[in-house]
């Protein structure tokens, strides 16, 4: 074809760390401790859900309501509305996508003009610098300063960000790579700054449930004022440690969420009906267990939070001092003490972190994420000294 085969919307957005590492990995049959998702099967209850849903009749098997299943939507609306501290209209306020994914992109499609800016605070999971890309807006990019105590955003930095365009702000907490827990007093700056300069919050939630050392999830939505102006995104992939389920939703007040279902009905239009039945009866029985012990939203951050020491251990004794996370899947690590000859001449171009981890998967079969990769290219360069490890997975690997 002698025109241009590709749309402009895909120039600079072709590349992608997931792809580039799980096929490196794949490649040198590494131990993936790298990309996120649990390496054990979910809970039994989901499980046996799962198979009573696609047992369950003709219509399991059949489309469901395209904006989400109604025995999803009207325990999720309940479930949640217990937590925001409000009646949430299960028809009105979600919408159900095929994972967190795909609830971040139809937002961003929904929200998003040609020309709309929208502050992401780094480090960030990287989706949502194309996603805003590809809907013809511009991100921009709030840099936590390394050595600041403990990553926390200033009133400041955020500030620096704003100019007439700026539509939106992206949180996501607990934060991936970090494992950062945003607290109260930080959401309500956000907040703050949210409703002054009339911008809509979009908040990843997906790793809400996973929370330690006594760290408390908040959801910005249930702050005064912010649930008119926040789309809030989870995952009950993340949520059920079943992400191949692909089930996710965005939730807000009903004339935001009225925009994304466009984008969804001529889009994607239905979500898998058995996988909402299943992801319905989960939550159905986690409101019944609620704050118990008996809650699977409980019993998963205690598991982990001993697989998440065990890795710090694990790092510490080859002389690496991990960034303790708070929250999520991972933990990131500075590697500028290790001593590596890099002399692969393919990766010569290359930041230090994505050098580090090819040669760590090349050559000692272990594979993590260059935490550079969560960062907008401007700001790569200050951060090229730290890898990012996934905790959830069976910690048995051999020290570098
Ligand atoms: N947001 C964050 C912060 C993530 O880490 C991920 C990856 N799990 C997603 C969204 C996408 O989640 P899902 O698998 O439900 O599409
Ligand atoms: N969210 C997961 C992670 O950060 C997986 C991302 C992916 O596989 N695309 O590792």
Not at 28 to 41: C, E, R, T
Not at 284 to 310: I, N, V
Not at 361 to 384: C, D, M
Request: a negative charge; glycine letters at 8%; charged letters at 20%.
């Amino acid at each position: 074809m002698a025109r241009q085969l590709h749309a402009r919307r895909l120039e600079g957005v072709d590349k992608n760390i997931w792809v580039e590492f799980t096929q490196l990995t794949a490649d040198y049959k590494a131990v993936n401790v790298g990309q996120g998702f649990p390496d054990f099967s979910p809970p039994s209850f989901i499980q046996e859900a799962f198979c009573s849903a696609i047992t369950g009749g003709a219509s399991m098997h059949q489309y469901t309501r395209g904006f989400g299943h109604p025995a999803l939507v009207k325990i999720l609306a309940k479930f949640f509305g217990r937590i925001v501290g409000r009646d949430i209209d299960p028809m009105e306020d979600f919408q159900i996508t095929v994972g967190a994914y795909q609830a971040l992109f139809c937002t961003f499609q929904a929200l998003i003009d040609e020309g709309d800016e929208v502050i992401i605070v780094e480090p960030f999971f990287d989706c949502y610098q194309p996603m805003v890309k590809m809907a013809g807006g511009t991100p921009s990019s709030n840099l936590y300063t390394l050595s600041s105590a403990d990553w926390v955003l200033s009133p400041e930095e955020l500030a620096s960000n704003l100019n007439p365009r700026t539509k939106a702000i992206v949180i996501n907490t607990p934060n991936n790579p970090l494992g950062k827990v945003y607290q109260r007093d930080e959401l309500q700056m956000i907040a703050d700054f949210c409703i002054k300069h009339d911008i809509i919050c979009i908040s990843d939630e997906v790793y809400e449930w996973l929370t330690y050392d006594g760290a408390q999830h908040i959801k910005i939505a249930s702050l005064p004022g912010m649930w008119e102006r926040t789309v809030t995104i989870g995952s009950a992939g993340k949520s059920f440690s079943a992400t191949g389920w692909k089930v996710g939703w965005a939730m807000g007040p009903g004339n935001i969420i009225k925009h994304l279902k466009t984008i969804h009905q001529n889009s994607v239009y239905h979500c898998a009906t058995a996988a909402q039945e299943a992801v319905a009866m989960g939550f159905q029985r986690e409101y019944d267990t609620f704050g118990t012990e008996d809650s699977y939203f409980k019993q998963l951050p205690a598991q982990l939070h001993k697989k998440r020491l065990r890795l710090a251990e694990c790092l510490r004794s080859v002389g690496l001092e991990p960034v303790m996370p708070q929250g999520g899947y991972f933990m990131i690590t500075d590697i500028s003490s290790l001593q590596v000859d890099l002399n692969d001449p393919s990766t010569k171009d290359e930041p230090y972190d994505f050098r580090i981890v090819k040669w760590l998967i090349k050559e000692k079969g272990l594979a993590t994420i260059p935490v550079s990769g969560f960062y907008s290219p401007e700001h790569r360069g200050n951060v090229q000294n730290y890898i990012r490890f996934c905790f959830v997975k069976v910690i048995w690997f051999v020290c570098i």
